[in-house]
């Protein structure tokens, strides 16, 4: 019978998202009360508005407002 616990669930579920491209972050930034990781949160933020930007979905006007 094969063994299972939360643990090597947690493991195999690192294993996917790592291997798709995901990359391991430090959990001493984590905010438990919002959530996230607020550092990684902005960055992802920024690199999607300045994409927007860059293929013309938004302004840079639509940005600043």
């Known amino acids: 019978m ?24 430090a959990a001493q930034g984590f905010d438990r009360e919002r959530a996230l990781i607020p550092d990684e949160a902005l960055a992802s933020i920024r690199a999607t508005l300045i994409a927007a930007a860059v293929t013309g979905q938004v302004s840079l006007q639509e940005i600043r407002a």
Not at 3 to 24: D, K, P, Q
């Open 2 to 25: 094969k063994s299972t616990s939360l643990a090597a669930f947690e493991t195999a579920i690192e294993s996917v998202l790592l291997a798709g491209g995901y990359a391991r972050v």
